[in-house]
């Protein structure tokens, strides 16, 4: 893991894998009602293990664990929140188990979300107070960290309230964290804003979030045609490290749509793009599968030409 970060901070290009909960869905693994695909690390924990496999044989140098649909109180909303920690824990085995099978020496990033259950999803703070939130996000932190894990993804953040808490969470681990941000546009003002929570506009959350010092700023499951611009907005407050993990689809709870899903070769001519303007760490979110990473990682010179660009 010390060499991934120091390639990190060395601004190398990065592949990273695509989206776990979508696949599973795609390999025909049923998605739990109110959390999505969690359950699958209870249910279907060879799927897991299958998936994060195909990634990196595809090319991924790090892969994600299935918890951004596990965290405590999610698990307490199906039935398992006396497990919640061995259950987190073990997400972190399955992965390893992979790693092992495939024998390549990936890093494994512990996902973190602020997702509620029982609820509206994008709106934990509707559902729990601020110390509810607090002490879920820190058992899962934790637990993720106890089972071994390299770094910590908090993926999805978009708020000003819970986003804040899980990236304290994250950080009291000691371990890197990756801060994941996700973006939509307005429709009417054109204005970058939360995804799924226009409420929150996205400079609001980059203002709540930079600065706990995140070792990484990602922008993801946003759609391909706003991450640039929302890399743009990134850049006027941070100078670190950045990447990208796009979304393709969209999402009808439980199910993904897997509709108009971007092509990996035109997945590669964005990265490109994106590469041009600074970032170095790439991958997919939900829609994207190992054809996607794999296409990815076979354009890595050509992401390095893009990068070199931005250096000029």
Known sequence: MTRLNDRVAAGDIIVIDGGMGTELERRGVPMHAETWAGAALIEHPDAVVDIHADFIRAGAEAIITNTFGASPHMLQAMGYGERAEEIIRGSVDLAKRARDRVGR?????????????????????????????ADSLGRMARALADGGCDLIALEMMRDTRCAPIAMQSARETGLPVWLGLACTREKDSGDLVAFDVPEHRFADTLAATLPLEPDLV?????????????IDVVKERWNGPLGVYPESGYFEMPHWQFVDVIP????????QTWASQGVTLFGGCCGLGPEHISALDAARECLEASRSLHLA
């Open 264 to 271: 990996p070769d035109a997945l590669v001519a964005r990265a």
């Open 105 to 133: 020496d990936v890093a494994i990033a512990g996902s973190i979300s602020t997702m509620a259950a029982d609820g509206d999803l994008s709106r934990p703070g509707d559902r729990h107070s601020d110390d509810e939130i």
């Open 218 to 230: 990602c922008v993801m499951h946003s759609d391909v045609d706003v991450t640039g611009d929302a």
